[in-house]
């Protein structure tokens, strides 16, 4: 990306002149960083620069009073850090480090100054970044975090990335290294293990200090001279990514039944993590809820798991880099819970000598579950999709899947997921159903948007596959695309149900007390939700995919759908309704009630409430721009 083009599409430069722009191209420096690299740290004097990200990511990683490093942002291509001491001369508030190699272009910080003289609007655009609502935010997070060392240790499997923990750079060998070389290799770097590459550095295979002791030093051994490396090497070890967490290392690991794994980033090896190493870190409670679901031996046994997500939510809330990761670890955990309770059902009907009939079907979660954004008290939505299979097999189908559908509704309802109340759910016969049945029902929801019908379809596009063959989740997403495109009206009926509620402010910023649960406002209803519909909404018109809001919202950024200032604000807002929405329900649960997204906005502090007040704004204002956009009347 060309600082040109960068500057052009970055707020605040775009309200420059075209030569005030060439002047600060031509003062620009290009610098590259490597990856992991503290470009700055909270505290730091200023650099004298602004630091605007050509390729590459950053993280913005700031301080906790318990010294506990966090991220707090990201930034990606062509936006900037390190803007805070432009005009303040103030020490960074933060830190800026890179996830990956990057390049920025360094702008100098007295430019910037001379140029804000003409232009103000700099400088009031920087003033206003500062004092960012979101900003607030994440103050108040850090000041309530939790400092002691055993909370810490169990957030901290959640918390890092392998990239942070890998061992680099990696030990490596040609396949004809001999056995000789491969042992010195290891003594002269102190590793127990060395992988094998090819010429492109792509891993074939690894050889460990066992594999020399089991077949070099052993009595019947090979000759260490002429053994070579693709003699000793064991299968191809497991790959992942250096933005994977410790958790899924973790969890992959112990079912894999393996001891290492080879870190990729953009299909470059760039390092290797052990078992060892992330028993390290390992976490009792942490593992219990992820390592041990899946040799959980009953539904009473997930239960007892499923109790125990409400601690993992606090120690995630003092720990965690953001909400949304928040959000996106607890979904993990919900996943494999149901995954597994989907599987001790199934072998309960095993061993009564039913057996699933031979045909492609995929059991699939909608709503927040197919989003990846499931808090503490998600309810049950789910549903089958089955192969196309011919009407003389429809007897035998139902057979297996009527009584199955049911047994899991219950089970999932005992272990902690209660029924959806609109029904929909798997015993539900509308919620199943071969390929062409889907085609016909959603081909009716569409054509004929009765507000029932659009309520089902606005849980339903959230769907994803959690068990079976996914592939049939593809064809429905190729289904859904393609009666949309028929009949896009449909949109303007999805945001003319949305558009019978308000976000709850009065005309002087008062709050609008819901009229059926007295005293109390709901962050989901009249707030989340109009961010998630507006922007599903944005994302079936243009045919595009992704599966979490702020995904999605990336994808709008990058089909210029909104520019990323906009979709930082969408963000920050929906992460400030996620945040106390969570809050509120840790507190529910500790004082032995439900889970609720209402919560009485004056029991909040001031700071909490403004924050509050500014993502309903920006709630209100993303259903003007739908509702300009749509046509809605």
Aim: net charge negative; glycine share 6%.
């Amino acid at each position: 990306m060309g600082l040109i083009n960068t500057l052009g599409d970055t707020e605040p430069f775009n309200m420059l002149p075209e030569d005030v722009v060439e002047t600060i191209i031509r003062s620009a420096i290009l610098r590259k960083f490597p990856a992991r690299y503290h470009i700055f740290n909270q505290h730091d004097p200023p650099s004298g620069y602004l630091y605007v990200i050509k390729d590459g990511e950053i993280e913005i990683v700031a301080l906790s009073p318990g010294g506990v490093e966090m991220v707090v942002d990201r930034r990606h291509p062509g936006a900037f850090c390190g803007g805070t001491p432009v005009f303040t001369n103030e020490d960074y508030t933060a830190g800026a480090r890179t996830v990956s190699d990057t390049e920025c272009y360094l702008i100098p910080q007295q430019l910037l100054q001379e140029i804000a003289a003409d232009y103000p609007q700099i400088r009031q655009y920087f003033t206003r970044r500062i004092h960012s609502q979101l900003r607030n935010l994440y103050s108040g997070i850090m000041q309530d975090h939790v400092s002691d060392q055993e909370s810490k240790m169990e957030a901290y499997p959640f918390q890092k990335r392998l990239a942070e923990i890998m061992s680099f750079p990696v030990q490596t060998c040609l396949p004809d290294a001999t056995a000789q070389q491969i042992g010195r290799q290891m003594l002269e770097h102190k590793v127990g293990t060395v992988l094998v590459v090819d010429e492109k550095k792509r891993p074939l295979g690894i050889v460990s200090e066992k594999d020399l002791v089991a077949k070099v030093i052993s009595p019947e051994g090979i000759n260490s001279r002429t053994a070579r490396a693709q003699d000793l090497m064991g299968a191809k070890p497991h790959q992942m990514t250096v933005n994977n967490y410790m958790y899924e290392a973790m969890a992959y690991l112990e079912s894999h039944q393996a001891k290492h794994l080879t870190v990729m980033n953009q299909g470059e090896l760039v390092g290797i993590v052990t078992l060892r190493d992330l028993m390290r870190y390992r976490s009792q409670k942490a593992m219990l809820l992820v390592g041990k679901i899946r040799d959980t031996k009953s539904i009473e046994a997930l239960v007892q798991i499923r109790l125990e997500m409400v601690k993992i939510a606090k120690i995630l809330m003092h720990e965690a880099r953001t909400t949304v990761e928040t959000m996106e670890i607890l979904s993990y955990i919900h996943h494999c819970i149901l995954r597994r309770g989907y599987e001790l059902v199934q072998a309960e009907m095993e061993e009564e000598g039913l057996t699933p009939p031979d045909i492609s079907y995929c059991f699939i979660i909608m709503g927040s579950g197919g989003r990846k954004e499931m808090l503490l008290g998600p309810d049950q939505d789910n549903g089958f999709i089955y192969e196309n299979f011919p009407d003389e097999r429809k007897e035998e189908v139902d057979a297996y899947f009527i009584p199955f559908a049911k047994r899991l509704v219950e089970a999932f309802d005992i272990i902690g997921y209660p029924k959806c109340k609109g029904k929909v759910m798997v015993d539900n016969p509308l919620w199943r159903g071969r390929l062409d049945e889907w085609h016909d029902r959603i081909a009716d929801w569409i054509n004929s948007p009765k507000p029932q019908k659009v309520r089902y379809s606005t849980i339903f596009f959230d769907f994803m596959p959690l068990v079976g063959d996914p592939s049939l989740c593809r064809s429905l997403t190729n289904i859904v695309h393609q009666q949309i495109r028929k009949f896009p009206l449909f949109l303007y009926h999805m945001m003319e149900l949305d558009f019978k509620h308000k976000v709850p402010l009065g005309l002087l910023g008062r709050f609008i007390m819901d009229k059926e649960v007295k005293g109390k406002i709901s962050t989901k209803q009249t707030g989340s939700i109009f961010i998630v519909d507006c922007v599903r909404m944005f994302l079936l018109e243009k045919q595009a995919e992704a599966t979490t809001t702020f995904e999605r919202l990336d994808e709008l950024v990058k089909l210029k759908v909104f520019n990323h200032d906009t979709a930082d604000h969408i963000k920050a807002a929906y992460e400030a309704f996620t945040y106390l929405r969570l809050r509120n329900e840790i507190s529910l649960i500790e004082a032995g009630l439900e889970p609720s997204h209402y919560l009485d906005p004056y029991a909040l502090s001031k700071d909490e409430q403004e924050l509050l007040k500014e993502a309903f704004r920006v709630a209100s204002k993303l259903q003007d721009s739908c509702k300009r956009h749509f046509n809605v009347g």
